[in-house]
Every structure is written in C-alpha cells, then in structure tokens.
C-alpha cells in the first residue's frame, strides 16, 4: 500500500483548476509486451489522500515510476507546475490537521509516533537515514534534477 498526501494550500484563488496537483488521463505503460497499466485516469487536487492498493505485481511502482517520468507511456500525466515534492511528517496536535487526521491514522502521518510508542527511536532515526539515502540513489540513478531530489529527500 502506497499513501500520499497533498495538503491544502494557502491561496487566494477558489478556481477548481487551481487545486489540481496531478491530472492523470488514459494513462496506458507496457513493459516488455505486457500491459501492466491500462487507460487509467484520475485527478488528485489539494487536501486529497490518495490510497495506490494492490498486490504484489499489481503495478503500483510502475505507477509511481511513471508519474516521475521513469517510465514510457501513452495518455496524459500533468502534474501542477512547481509541485511540492517530498516526505511530509504532519504535526498530529495541530488543529488545522483534524481533518486529515479523520482519514489517515496518525502513525502513518508522522512514523515517529509508531516507533517512539514501541521504543525504538533510534531504529526510527537509522530508518529515516537510509530512506533519504536510498530515495537520493534511486533518483539519481535516472537522473532526475537535482532540486527534485533535494525536496525529495528533504535537504
């Protein structure tokens, strides 16, 4: 299972359009002959909680691999113009996140709380360490530009 989280913005714009993070549209990938994502579309606008769920071999890497620009693919993938990219840790006491908090439960929010609650803080720590390093080598492997990966792994 995959969550993300795109927090509401601050604007002064009520636009629909304006809340739009990603537009994804007939989105089809084909890996060596087999049809692993097939005319998919959705759209995902600020203050939504996306949920990618599925098996093994299902296809929600691909995906993700794609909607970074990873991947060969046919259909529309948009994404907002300047997207703020990276790995959000929500603070879980303050009021502005109460909703949010009614619909992912806080230790996914913000992991800290899950491992401080088992006592093991500092495998807490050596995890967050190897998770920006492997997310740092990943991207780079692809080239991906430098300031992407410098809010992905949050620097």
Not at 23 to 42: A, H
Not at 45 to 72: S, Y
């Amino acid at each position: 299972m995959i969550t993300m989280v795109f927090e509401k913005q601050q604007k002064d714009s009520n636009s629909m359009q304006d809340d739009l993070v990603l537009q994804v549209k007939d989105l089809s990938v084909e890996l060596e002959g087999e049809k692993i994502i097939n005319d998919l579309s959705f759209e995902v606008k600020e203050g939504d909680v996306l949920t990618i769920l599925g098996p093994n071999g299902a296809g929600k890497t691909v995906l993700l691999k794609t909607l970074l620009g990873l991947l060969l693919y046919k259909g529309e993938i948009k994404w907002k113009k300047d997207p703020d990219f990276g790995y959000h840790i929500v603070d879980v006491d303050a009021p502005q996140n109460a909703a949010l908090l009614k619909k992912v439960p806080k230790e996914i929010l913000n992991p800290k709380i899950f491992f401080e609650a088992k006592g093991r803080t500092e495998e807490y720590r050596n995890w967050v360490s190897k998770m920006k390093t492997e997310r740092e080598a990943f991207l780079k492997k692809f080239s991906v530009d430098e300031e992407i990966v410098e809010a992905v792994v949050n620097r």
